[in-house]
């Protein structure tokens, strides 16, 4: 079996290894039309930034390892321009020659490109997109000759906000503009508050919901224009506005096409031509959670994708469908963010009915030196399985996600969150583990134990008809409070319920849910009809922009119905 | 309803406040015979260390807490030492008075107690037990008062081994003496042997294997008897040989009695007196995995038993019940060691048939700094279904046994494990996450990919019938290798096939099992008979004194069958 790979980085060199080690006799040839395979591909950033300090750290894998290790022909700067269905060859050209090749089975692992959009200016001098190790290096390289000491990020996403980080440390003045009045889109609005602090806290000038419009050469520089908002000077800029499937072998093939121009596969990796299969960032995926088609061009897909097809090519059932949950994580400074599973602009999407609970837990106990708060946000459906979470924090985010995510993946419901039983110490967690205590709240919602709502729904508060209560003490209070709020501390509340007008629906809530919750329970069993804050206080604070740009008021007194 | 709760920690505090929450009418009596309710138990080693510096630190909810916020009557210094199941009354004894005091429903959490030998000398001065705050501030003042320079901790589980790390980092020599071969009985011997290689890395004289039989005085200090062999002179000693359910009281009340003396329950948290109820570390509870009775006195059970026994008293169905799956974690100096579900030894005791697959992968992507090796054991069932993980290493070893412990919990596979989505960015983990890569070892061996073999084997391999081969480069062999192991580097392996012996079963291994699986691979498809050492020649040499000793040969060629 003679079967050739187009493509040598994370998908089509893990099927390269894994194809040898399933078949000890296939012929197999790996094409790249870049000098380099298998480079850290995640890691370009961090060169940038100084983190990674090594080119030589970048390239994981060298095309010797192949050869001798593997018995894989590695053809680098070989780029496979047609493919010959019928004839089953594929035309290569390399800086000598043009050549074609046969193949029992072939391999595409094109990978997707970054965006380039045709924005006037858009190919002048300082206008950089990073895909590869080539292009990483000549970023670092301008830096380096042209002292840049300003650099633009066009483009909110993962590789934006990492490359806007990255600068930073490198000692750039840095913008970042994003379209969107949001950066990562995994990221629900409210949670992408709290990285937007972060980002500002450290000197980036960022700038949501401006659409850059084109470039201007100016003096040394650039000026980046904007559309209907001030154009921003800088030395340098870097697109980062998403990636784009290079599908364009598989189109100019006849190949069926999916979503945004990927490659449609079916579980088997199989395009529509049954000896040609694709697999990583080109690739059409699946939700696992909605069952819809959809594109995560990320490496943890693509390695176990390049592993699947192998298995595929052999004919077992591969290890791995063309199914993808989501999880993903960055480091934004100091915080981690991270996600799995859906989110709630995804859930509402889909049509998909969710309940929502916020928590604000420590990484460890908190009588162990050292922990840090973070806030998780769980996703459940109304009979307890868990949709999706996310996560930002200082310590131990990462963590939770991946316990949520294994729970995602075997379907599990806030009842085994609240059940799970997580390691202890002092120096790693608390004997109620933030995953727990986010399975506690959902399960409380459910058993119909607390109701809850929302920041958001402090806008749809009416007060002839509801009371505001903030259940904190009065040194919390004075430092700050929901507009409206009348402050009843939990620990006098069961002397103080003639306070509260007789009929009012009771809005209440506390610093970050706990004592809002017990508040409640007060409450109810005193007859109330009464609705905890999820999340508290904390929760309004960390986007409290946010609700005042959806109320349209400025939150002096509690926003009318 | 009159509820009644015997012990203001863990279980008893944790019981109040979730009943208060559910019952805002119920009266709640709360007695703990010591001056705390609800200190930071799993914290008090740290104390001793200095890395809580204030005793305050370790008193979590103080009992105008609960008596303000939860309606909670707590009285302190007041010990329940009797039962009058047919009068429902207790009798109390507080420092000034005894009285009787009447139940509707009445929960003990009376926990567990140090055990206390009936050694010679066992009640000389210097010699301590550690249970609470009072006690850790004894041994503290202790310290301070004699200036104590040498310390010699008796028994090696978490507590002695967390005692044994703090008195050395508060500047103390400390001799760590353990009865059995290895510490921390969760671990298996193999797991346990990087533990020791750490602690005594870090000057801690840990003499295993040796039974303590007495004390006798020796100047201002202790000379500490061991059983044939030398004693060790102390300034102080700490006794942390275990613990003992303190189900006195309700032994007395004629309660029935489980397992070493705890307190029978049944899922409701019932004892055998059905306005009775137990939890905490005096309770027998049960294994999710066998189904077996077991002891688990671990601070995260015991919160949630508290819960669980507050829903059962309201009459509702409790959110947990009395199975334990057992996960737990410690700090080792730089070291965490964590473990969940079953272990080799257990599953042995148990009769459940399981596999096992030794993985030494990076805590995050190699080319990003500051990554760490950890090794992790994962033990599964033939179907795949997991059945426990051990894991020791500097970063993110928490992180993946939570893991593991949710796919535990949910029932998942090593398949599941295999195709885990889990959250890759380089500063967090590699695009095949060490769970994946435990999954994949996993996979290979039950899916026939790979045969593998196990360090223990090596003392039954025959010579005259088996080829033991070291597929690491010339380099890596020259700087040790297991002996008797002929060296064929895997990148050379496909030439020289002629040198292993026609016929003879081939047990290869290289560092940490990687490049043996490709060996594998190459060998079993050129038609040998091959055995890979799962974790490679790193799992050999972190325990190679435990392969030696069980054999009884020092290692000077291939072990005799």
Redesign the interface.
């Known amino acids: 079996m003679k079967v050739l790979i187009v493509g040598g980085v994370?998908g089509g060199a893990g099927a390269a290894t894994r194809l040898?080690?399933?078949?000890?006799?296939a012929e197999i040839i790996l094409f790249e039309k870049g000098p380099f395979i298998s480079y850290?591909n995640?890691?370009l950033p961090?060169y940038i930034g100084g983190?990674?300090q090594s080119r030589e750290?970048?390239l994981?894998t060298k095309p010797e390892l192949l050869r001798?290790?593997?018995?894989v022909d590695v053809r680098t700067e070989s780029e496979v321009t047609a493919i010959d269905r019928a004839a089953k060859t594929v035309t290569v050209v390399t800086p000598e020659k043009t050549y074609t090749e046969s193949y029992d089975k072939l391999i595409l692992s094109p990978g997707a490109s970054p965006k380039k959009p045709n924005w006037p200016g858009v190919d002048s001098k300082g206008i950089f997109t990073i895909r590869n190790v080539p292009d990483t290096c000549a970023v670092d390289d301008y830096i380096r000759e042209t002292c840049a000491k300003k650099a633009v990020v066009v483009g909110g996403g993962?590789i934006g906000v990492e490359m806007a980080e990255n600068l930073t440390d490198r000692g750039l003045t840095v913008t970042l503009i994003e379209y969107l009045p949001q950066v990562l889109p995994p990221f629900d609005p409210e949670m992408a508050a709290i990285l937007h602090k972060t980002i500002r806290a450290h000197g980036v000038n960022l700038r949501l919901g401006t659409a850059v419009t084109g470039f201007e050469p100016n003096g040394s520089g650039l000026r980046v224009l904007c559309k209907d908002a001030e154009a921003e000077e800088a030395d340098l800029v870097i697109l980062c506005i998403g990636v784009t499937p290079d599908s364009g072998l598989a189109a100019a093939a006849g190949l069926e096409l999916g979503l945004g121009g990927s490659i449609a596969v079916n579980d088997l990796f199989q395009t529509s031509d049954p000896d040609i299969y694709a697999v990583g960032d080109a690739i059409q995926v699946r939700s696992r959670l909605t069952g819809a088609d959809t594109l995560l061009p990320?490496?943890?897909?693509?390695?176990?994708q390049g592993?699947a097809v192998a298995e595929s090519i052999v004919g077992r059932t591969p290890?791995?469908t063309r199914d993808?949950?989501?999880?993903?994580?960055?480091?934004v400074f100091e915080l981690?963010a991270?996600s799995?599973g859906l989110n709630e602009k995804q859930l509402k999407a889909a049509g998909i009915p969710f309940l929502k609970t916020y928590v604000h837990p420590a990484s460890h106990?908190?009588?162990?030196?050292g922990g840090k708060q973070m806030t998780l946000k769980l996703l459940f459906a109304p009979d307890g399985k868990v949709l999706g979470a996310q996560c930002a924090g200082e310590d131990g985010v990462?963590?939770r996600?991946?316990?949520i995510?294994?729970?995602i993946?075997?379907?599990?419901t806030v009842?085994?969150l609240?059940?799970?039983?997580?390691?202890?110490?002092?120096?790693?967690?608390s004997?109620?583990?933030p995953?727990?205590m986010a399975g506690?709240t959902a399960?409380n919602i459910l058993r119909g134990?607390m109701k809850v709502f929302y920041c958001e729904d402090l806008a749809n508060l009416n007060p002839e008809t509801d009371f505001l209560l903030d259940a904190r003490t009065p040194m919390e209070f004075a430092q700050g409070s929901i507009p409206g709020a009348v402050n009843i501390p939990?620990?006098e509340l069961?002397n103080r319920l003639d306070e509260i007008p007789a009929g009012k629906t009771v809005y209440e809530f506390c610093q970050v849910g706990l004592?809002g919750?017990?508040a409640s329970?007060?409450l109810m069993?005193?007859g109330f009809d009464v609705y905890n804050l999820s999340g508290g206080y904390k929760s309004y604070a960390q986007a409290k922009e946010l609700y005042e740009k959806k109320t349209g008021v400025d939150c002096t007194g509690i926003p009318r119905k």
Chains 1, 2 share one sequence.
């Open positions: 994370a040898r080690r399933l078949d000890e006799n850290a995640c890691g961090y983190t990674i750290n970048l994981v001798k290790r593997f018995c993962f990320l490496a943890g897909p693509a390695n176990r592993r290890s791995h993808v949950q989501g999880s993903s994580i960055l480091k981690t991270a799995t106990a908190s009588y162990y030196p990462d963590k996600i991946d316990v995510a294994a729970v993946r075997l379907g599990g009842y085994d609240e059940d799970m039983e997580l390691c202890y110490a002092p120096p790693y967690s004997a109620k583990d995953v727990n506690f399960a134990d939990l620990d069961r004592r919750h017990i329970r007060i069993q005193h």
